[in-house]
Structure formats: C-alpha cells, structure tokens
C-alpha cells in the first residue's frame, strides 16, 4: 500500500467506546500527562539544589490549590499508568489475554488506581509516620 | 537487534525498574510534604537514596521519552511534522533528565 494512504491507528473519532479501547488510550493520555509530570520534577530538584528561595517558591505553587489539583492529578495519572502497565506486561507473557479476564483486570485497574489514589492523599494529609 | 526490538525491550524493562521506584518515591514524597529546605538536602544527600533517586531519574525519563515516540508515531499523520516533533521530544526529555540528575549529583557532592 502506498505509505502515504495507509491508515493511522486507532481511528479514536470513529470506533464505539468500549472499557477495552478506553482503558486503553487513557493508558497513552496518562504517560504523556506524566511526562508533563517529569517535566516538573526535574523543576523541583532543580529548585532544590538552587537554594531555600527557590525551593519555598516551587513549594508555594504546590501548596496552592492549583498546585494541589496538579499533584492530584499527576498521583491517579500515576497510579492508573502503573496498575495498567502491569496489566500490560501481564499480556505480553500471554497471561490474561481472554475478553473476560481482559475485562475482569480492566475494572481491577480502575478501582485499585481510585483506591490507592484515595489512600496515598488520607497519608499526605496525615502525614505522622508516612515518611521512609 | 533492530531499532525496534530494542525500543519494545527498553520499554518494558524500564518499566520493571520503575515499579517498585514509582512507589518509593511516591511514598518518600508524601513524607516529604511540608519539609524544609535542609531536610530535603539530608535525604537527597544520604548515600542510599541519591544512587537510587538518579536510578529511578533515569528510568523515567527514557521510558518517557519512548513511549511519547510511539504516541506520536501513531497520531502524527504527516512524515515531517511527526520526525520533528519526535526529535523535539527527545531534546527535551534528555535535556530535562540531565538537568534532574545533575541537580541531584550537586545536592550529594555538597556543592
């Protein structure tokens, strides 16, 4: 086929939603927010190895509710890219790949990325005995 | 091996390194919440944490970086457009990763 004419995957605009296909490029949405993510980090250490005025600034934005919201987000981004990277080694060993487990591990992944998100937040806001 | 078999094994390698890292360092940072300045140079400092923090920096940001290759593979129609911002994607996250690891080798030597 001509390289020019040949389809791109997945065409997202054109196939019903399904758990599966969801799940799926909420997977790629998720790495490339966290990549976002490990754009800041390496803000945050720089400001760290800058000084105390520096890192009170960078601390003051994260204090800030949208700061707040940001690390949130980046936290369930991470959770969710996590439970689902398992997942996905998971099939590429050849475990798990029927529709039914398929289905049964993508509920799992939802719910423990909501749980461990949940948990990780009552920790932060709770912060005695949470350091290591 | 070819260029993409590497890729794919890379991918998932770093993957497994990152693991137990993520959560490590996801649970160190909540500890970290409301720390001062200083406290955040003796962790940094201490000789168990700054190898493995650089380790799991690395592991980041080369994961990062392939996986934004194959999204943009995928959704950049146009030949040109797509090598570009590839290109631009590599520049950053190795720009950016150098810039994390080096802060963390300056707060360990002290300096």
Redesign the interface.
């Known amino acids: 086929m001509d390289r020019a004419k040949r389809p791109l995957s997945p065409h997202l605009q054109i196939y019903k939603p399904q758990l599966t296909s969801v799940l799926s490029i909420t997977h790629r949405g998720t790495g490339v927010f966290l990549s976002v993510g490990a754009l800041f980090l390496s803000c945050w250490l720089l400001a760290v190895a800058r000084g105390p005025e520096a890192y009170a600034s960078l601390q003051d934005f994260m204090n800030a509710w949208y700061g707040r919201i940001l690390l949130y987000a980046w936290l369930f981004a991470l959770y969710y890219h996590l439970c689902n990277g398992i997942r996905h080694l998971c099939w590429d060993m050849g475990y798990g790949l029927d529709l039914k487990t398929t289905y049964a591990t993508g509920y799992a992944v939802i719910v423990l990325s909501i749980l461990f998100t949940l948990f990780t937040v009552y920790l932060g806001c709770n912060p005695q005995g949470a350091g290591v | 091996m070819k260029p993409a078999v590497l890729h794919w094994w890379a991918q998932?390698l770093t993957?497994?390194i990152l693991?137990p890292l993520?959560?490590?360092f996801?649970?160190?940072l909540?500890?970290?919440?409301?720390m001062?300045?200083?406290s955040?140079?003796v962790w940094?400092k201490s000789p168990l944490i700054s190898p493995l923090l650089i380790l799991f920096?690395l592991a980041?940001?080369y994961h990062?970086q392939l996986?934004?290759e194959v999204?943009m593979e995928?959704?950049i129609?146009n030949d040109n457009v797509r090598n570009r911002c590839i290109l631009l994607s590599k520049v950053?996250?190795l720009a950016?990763?150098l810039?994390?690891v080096?802060?963390?080798l300056?707060?360990a030597m002290g300096l």
């Open positions: 998932r993957a497994v693991t993520c959560l490590w996801t649970f160190a909540v500890g970290a919440i409301g001062d300045h200083a955040v140079i940094i920096l980041l940001f990062a996986g934004l999204v995928d959704y129609n950053a996250m950016a990763g810039i994390a080096l802060a963390v300056k707060i």
